[in-house]
């Protein structure tokens, strides 16, 4: 059930907001909560995927297979030069 709040937000940004919901044909309320939506869906995912990433780091270190940030450094610039 949505809720009704008041927020103070600089004027510039409400007209970005504003202009992204004329574009849609939305009104600028529910263009602000579908911003705020993405961008929290985007961190969680973003923070699942770290988490995935440190898991499996720990799982090859276990293994006695260690990835420095030199090797990913390494491997991120192979094949640009």
């Known amino acids: 059930m949505p809720v009704a709040v008041t927020i103070t937000i600089p004027q510039a940004l409400f007209e970005l907001v504003q202009q992204r919901a ?10 602000a909560t579908k911003l705020l939506t993405r961008a929290i869906e985007r961190e969680k995912s973003e923070a699942q995927l770290l988490s995935e990433i ?9 293994r006695g297979v ?4 030199d090797c ?3 491997a991120r610039n ?3 030069k």
């Open 22 to 31: 004329n574009s849609s044909g939305t009104t600028v309320d529910e263009e």
């Open 72 to 74: 990913i450094r390494e």
């Open 54 to 62: 440190r898991m499996e780091r720990e799982e090859m270190a276990s």
């Open 66 to 69: 260690h990835i420095t940030d």
């Open 78 to 80: 192979w094949g640009r």
